[in-house]
């Protein structure tokens, strides 16, 4: 067990809604990461936060936001949802902004259909 | 441009040692990393070795790294049907405060009893 909490496991929805994934990190990391698993582009970096504050950005689209809060769990919204935005979407953690190990959550399923 | 490369498949038979290649480009790496990811699972931080060292032994796994080459190998001596899973290299990134790890698209280890 990573530490690092996702939830939920597995969502199923339509084309054109919107959804939000949580992840809450693992106890002490201020660092919170976001990729996308899928079969054809493997694992893409989305965005990460540290300490409540955007810090890079990857390959996220315009319809997906992201946000960190106060209490350090973050947040990935999905929106206009096409079919090719189902895939793993994954959370991970780390204890600082650089240079230390990402710890990743076990991950929302996502499905458009 | 940061790029990591891994060869797709590898099939060994139990009691082998497995070794799974990865290149990377990014000459400014400061840690390499490996993650394994068993089926319906997140990725699990198998091991890290500094961009100073050349190797880094933990129990079965063995990592070495050459630098001039930009060339990071994973051995698994003694190879078990549990090993069976999904290998992931990654490169670090820098660059000022963000920081975010490059994953290759992984490498199917098969370990045949």
């Known amino acids: 067990d990573s530490g690092v909490t996702q939830t939920p496991k597995h969502l199923i929805t339509a084309t054109g809604q919107r959804v939000t994934l949580r992840c809450s990190p693992r106890?002490?990391?201020?660092?919170v990461y976001w990729y996308q698993q899928s079969l054809d582009q493997g694992l893409q970096f989305l965005i990460q936060?540290?300490?409540?504050?955007?810090?890079a950005k990857g390959n996220i689209l315009e319809r997906f936001s992201a946000q960190q809060f106060p209490d350090l769990h973050s947040e990935l919204n999905l929106s206009s949802l096409e079919l090719g935005d189902s895939a793993l979407y994954f959370c991970?953690?780390?204890?600082?902004?650089?240079?230390?190990?990402?710890?990743f959550g076990n991950g929302t399923r996502l499905t458009v259909t | 441009g940061e790029d990591v490369e891994q060869s797709l498949f590898l099939s060994v038979r139990e009691g082998d040692s497995s070794v799974i290649n990865c290149t990377y480009t990014d000459s400014s790496s400061t840690y390499l990393y490996w993650y394994k990811q068993e089926p319906g699972a997140g990725l699990q931080l198998l091991t890290y070795i500094f961009s100073n060292m050349d190797m880094k032994q933990d129990q079965r796994l063995t990592v070495l790294l050459n630098k001039k080459d930009k060339h990071l190998s994973l051995r698994i001596a003694d190879t078990q049907t549990g090993d069976s899973a999904i290998y992931f290299c990654a490169e670090s990134n820098s660059g000022g405060s963000n920081y975010k790890l490059t994953f290759g698209k992984g490498t199917l280890l098969t370990v045949n009893p």
């Open positions: 936060y540290y300490n409540g504050e955007e810090r």
């Open positions: 106890s002490g990391d201020l660092s």
């Open positions: 991970a953690s780390s204890v600082a902004g650089a240079d230390s190990p990402l710890h």
